[in-house]
C-alpha cells in the first residue's frame, strides 16, 4: 500500500478511530472481517450502509426480492431508478455500496436463503446479520448459527415498534430457546400496521453497533439482552434475555430442522399479501417464460426478474425458479397460480 494509499485511507475512518475504544487496531480488525447481511430491506439496507461506511471488509448482502415504490419511505440504499428498472435489492445495494466505498468487497447474492444454500451463503462470515421479514428464513439462521458457532444478531420492527437481540450459540439463549414455534395468529405485518421508517433505521442503528463491537475485537461488551423500542410512544426497554433453555430443539437438544429442510413451506411474506414459492430446482429461463406469458398478461422482462401482471395477480419470477404471487396471502391459491403458469 503506497503512502498516499494509506493516508486517505486513514483519512477516511479518523472519526472513528478516534473512538479510543475502537482505535487503528480496531478498525484494521474490520477490515478484515466477513459479514453476511440476510434481506436488505429496511433493516438490511441500514446495516449494510452502515457497515460499509465504518470499512467492514467484506460484506455479502442476500436478499430475494426486488425494489419496489413502496421500499422508498425507509430503505435508505435505494431510489426510483431501481424501481423503474424492477431492480434486485441486492444488486441495486451492492452498486450503491461500491459507490460509498471501493475499498470494501460487496457480493451481491439474489437468492432465497434456503437449506440448499445456506452453507455456500452464510457458512464462511463471521457474523450474520437479520434483515428478513418472517421467521422461517430466521430459524434457518439461527440453525446454522447455532451448529456454526457464529454470533448473529437478531432484529424486527413494524409500526413504531422494534425489538434486537445478539445471539452468542454456546454462551446466549438462541432465537429458538424464546420462541420454539413461529408466533402463532394474525401477526401485525407492515401492510397492515404500516412501518415507520425511524424504528427501522434505530432498530438497525443498535444491530450495526453490536456488529462493530463483535468484529472489532470487543464482543463481551455485549450484554444478553433484549431491546425494544417505540418510536412513537418514546418507550425503549431492555431486559436480560433468558437463559439458554437446555430443552430448546436447536442449542439443546441439536435439531436442526429448518436447515435439514424439514421444515420448509411456502412463505407469506410480511407486509406483501403476497407468498412465495419454491416448487423446483431447476433454472428457468425467463426471456422464453415471457414469451409464453405474454399472451395471458403483461410482462416485463430483464437478467434478473420476470414481472407478469395476471388478472388480480402479480407475480415475479427469478432466474432460480423462485417466484412470488402477489394477490393473495394463501399458500395454496399461490401454488395453483406457480403450476398453471410456470410449471412444476
Not at 433493516?43 to 465504518?54: D, H, I, N, V
Not at 457474523?127 to 430466521?138: A, P, Q, V, W, Y
Not at 433453555?245 to 439443546?252: K, Q
Not at 406483501?272 to 430446482?281: G, H, L, Y
Amino acid at each position: 500500500m503506497t503512502d498516499d494509499v494509506s493516508s486517505a485511507k486513514d483519512e477516511r475512518y479518523s472519526r472513528q478511530t478516534r473512538f479510543a475504544e475502537l482505535g487503528k487496531e480496531g478498525q484494521k480488525r474490520l477490515a478484515d472481517a466477513r459479514v453476511a447481511i440476510v434481506g436488505c430491506g429496511a433493516l438490511g439496507s441500514t446495516q449494510a450502509e452502515l457497515l460499509a461506511r465504518a470499512g467492514v471488509g467484506a460484506i455479502r448482502v442476500i436478499d430475494r426480492d426486488y425494489v419496489e415504490v413502496s421500499n422508498l419511505q425507509r430503505q435508505m440504499l435505494f431510489d426510483e431508478q431501481d424501481v423503474r428498472d424492477s431492480c434486485p435489492k441486492a444488486i441495486a445495494a451492492a452498486r450503491r455500496l461500491k459507490a460509498i466505498n471501493s475499498t470494501i468487497k460487496v457480493e451481491s447474492s439474489v437468492a432465497d436463503l434456503r437449506p440448499g444454500n445456506a452453507y455456500d451463503l452464510l457458512g464462511d462470515v463471521e457474523l450474520i446479520m437479520d434483515g428478513t421479514d418472517n421467521f422461517e428464513t430466521r430459524f434457518l439462521v439461527n440453525d446454522l448459527a447455532v451448529k456454526r458457532g457464529i454470533p448473529w444478531v437478531y432484529g424486527a420492527a413494524v409500526g413504531s415498534y422494534g425489538i434486537t437481540m445478539t445471539i452468542f450459540p454456546g454462551q446466549t439463549c438462541c432465537l429458538r430457546c424464546i420462541l420454539p414455534d413461529p408466533p402463532g395468529g394474525v401477526q401485525p405485518t407492515c401492510e397492515i400496521a404500516g412501518v415507520l421508517g425511524p424504528v427501522t433505521t434505530a432498530i438497525s442503528a443498535l444491530q450495526s453497533a453490536d456488529a462493530l463491537r463483535i468484529l472489532c475485537g470487543h464482543a463481551a461488551l455485549i450484554k444478553p439482552l433484549l431491546t425494544t423500542i417505540d418510536v412513537w410512544s418514546g418507550d425503549l426497554l431492555q431486559g436480560e434475555a433468558p437463559p439458554r433453555n437446555p430443552n430448546c430443539p436447536v442449542c439443546g437438544r441439536k435439531e436442526f430442522n429448518y436447515l435439514e429442510g424439514q421444515a420448509r413451506t411456502p412463505i407469506s411474506l410480511c407486509g406483501r399479501n403476497a407468498v412465495q414459492i419454491s416448487e423446483r430446482t431447476t433454472p428457468i429461463d425467463l426471456k422464453a417464460l415471457g414469451k409464453q406469458l405474454a399472451s395471458v398478461g403483461e410482462v416485463k422482462v430483464n437478467e434478473f426478474v420476470l414481472r407478469a401482471h395476471i388478472g388480480e395477480f402479480d407475480i415475479t419470477v427469478f432466474p432460480d425458479a423462485r417466484a412470488i404471487i402477489k394477490g393473495t396471502s394463501d399458500p395454496v391459491v399461490a401454488r395453483s397460480i406457480y403450476a398453471k403458469y410456470i410449471g412444476i
